[in-house]
Structure formats: structure tokens, C-alpha cells
T-cell receptor, first 110, second 120 residues
Framework: GQNIDQPTEMTATEGAIVQINCTYQ??????LFWYQQHAGEAPTFLSY????GLEEKGRFSSFLSRSKGYSYLLLKELQMKDSASYLCAVRDYDDYKLSFGAGTTVTVRA | EPEVTQTPSHQVTQMGQEVILRCVPI?????FYWYRQILGQKVEFLVS????????KSEIFDDQFSVERPDGSNFTLKIRSTKLEDSAMYFCAINPAPTSTQGGLTYEQYFGPGTRLTVT
């Protein structure tokens, strides 16, 4: 099975940087995903890490350490529209299904 | 990003009734998934479908649930006798062909817009 932990809530100011941590304990690992989810909407794919290190995509970066069972999502130059829930998900080795954490609600304030 | 549509967007049904939720991926994919999200809770895996067969199912996916690809394109989730606790958002997801990145092959998974099921 999968055990995935991330903080429940975070608050930051517009223009600032926020780092969302995710730790996991899994029986099989084949990649870690980050999704953004606005209230009432579907998860939207943000990033995917399968190797250790940092993946950068514009204002969003994601880091993975497989030996530590740890990842983070870094959001830079925060905008009001970044207020959402951010979901950490681990992919199973066999059939690629995803196991999700409970999500971190990020609130961006002016 | 591959396009996935789901119908209906919102379904209201009475307890004990059957519902069929539909997913239509725009292009062919190998793996299909159904997930659900009860309001205020995390996204939960229900079932994966590969090569026209169930690949894996969770403990949630009991005998009242079934999946199929009736015409080779639509991917459906049927709930035979709905219960109040089946009220949730149901998401279909797909794995497109892997893309090459600096880290190797990237296997992304994309979600459809979801169907909100309300059981009264």
C-alpha cells in the first residue's frame, strides 16, 4: 500500500514563493506526480518526477529524493489564481494507478 | 494535453437506481482509470482497465460496480444499485503514450472533467 503525507493548508502572499512538501512510504514506486485542483474541478497535471532531482516548468518546480521518500513542489511568483489544492500522488509500479495524498490547500493573499 | 470528456457532468439519482457514467478519450490509449472523490476527501482509485480487461481494482470497487468499453471508444462505469455514500465526483483518467524528457520517458496521467453524482 501507499502512505502519502502532505500539509493540510498553507498561506502565502502574492509574488512570494511557497514550498509544499510530500513524504511517502510505498510498496512499489514508479514516479511521483503533482496535480493542481480548483474547487469543484478535476485535477490538472503539473509535474512528474521519476528520477532524483529537480524538474522545472516555468513558475513551478518539483523535486524528488527516492532514498528519502520525499518530494516538494515549489511555486514561485505566486498569483491569486494559484489559490487551489495541490495533490501529491505516487504511481504504482505495475499498472500505473495513482495513490493520492489528501492535498494541500494553498491560499494566496494580496 | 490529451482531451478526455465525461458525460453527464452532473447526475442526480435516487438510492437503489442504476447509473452509467461515460468517458470518451479523444485518441486511443492503453490504460484507463476510474477514480472518485467524495466531497472534502482525497482522490481514490477505483479500477484500472488495460487491453479491454480489468487490470486492478480497489476494495471500494465491489460487486455493484462494473466497467466496460462497449464500442471500443466509450469507457463506462456502471453502479448497479446506488447508495447515499456513492455521492462523489467520478473522474476518468488516461495514460497517453510516453514522452521523452531529460529524465527519460515521462508517463503522464490526465483526468477528465468529472461527473458529479448525487444520490438522494
Amino acid at each position: 500500500g501507499q502512505n502519502i503525507d502532505q500539509p493540510t493548508e498553507m498561506t502565502a502572499t502574492e509574488g512570494a514563493i511557497v514550498q509544499i512538501n510530500c513524504t511517502y512510504q510505498t510498496s512499489g514506486f514508479n514516479g511521483l506526480f503533482w496535480y493542481q485542483q480548483h474547487a469543484g474541478e478535476a485535477p490538472t497535471f503539473l509535474s512528474y518526477n521519476v528520477l532524483d532531482g529537480l524538474e522545472e516548468k516555468g513558475r513551478f518546480s518539483s523535486f524528488l529524493s527516492r532514498s528519502k521518500g520525499y518530494s516538494y513542489l515549489l511555486l514561485k511568483e505566486l498569483q491569486m489564481k494559484d489559490s487551489a489544492s495541490y495533490l501529491c500522488a505516487v504511481r504504482d509500479y505495475d499498472d500505473y494507478k495513482l495513490s493520492f495524498g489528501a492535498g494541500t490547500t494553498v491560499t494566496v493573499r494580496a | 494535453e490529451p482531451e478526455v470528456t465525461q458525460t453527464p457532468s452532473h447526475q442526480v439519482t435516487q438510492m437503489g437506481q442504476e447509473v452509467i457514467l461515460r468517458c470518451v478519450p479523444i485518441s486511443n490509449h492503453l490504460y484507463f482509470y476510474w477514480y472518485r472523490q467524495i466531497l472534502g476527501q482525497k482522490v481514490e482509485f477505483l479500477v484500472s482497465f488495460y487491453n479491454n480487461e480489468i487490470s486492478e481494482k480497489s476494495e471500494i470497487f465491489d460487486d455493484q460496480f462494473s466497467v466496460e468499453r462497449p464500442d471500443g471508444s466509450n469507457f463506462t462505469l456502471k453502479i448497479r444499485s446506488t447508495k447515499l455514500e456513492d455521492s462523489a465526483m467520478y473522474f476518468c483518467a488516461i495514460n497517453p503514450a510516453p514522452t521523452s524528457t531529460q529524465g527519460g520517458l515521462t508517463y503522464e496521467q490526465y483526468f477528465g472533467p468529472g461527473t458529479r453524482l448525487t444520490v438522494t
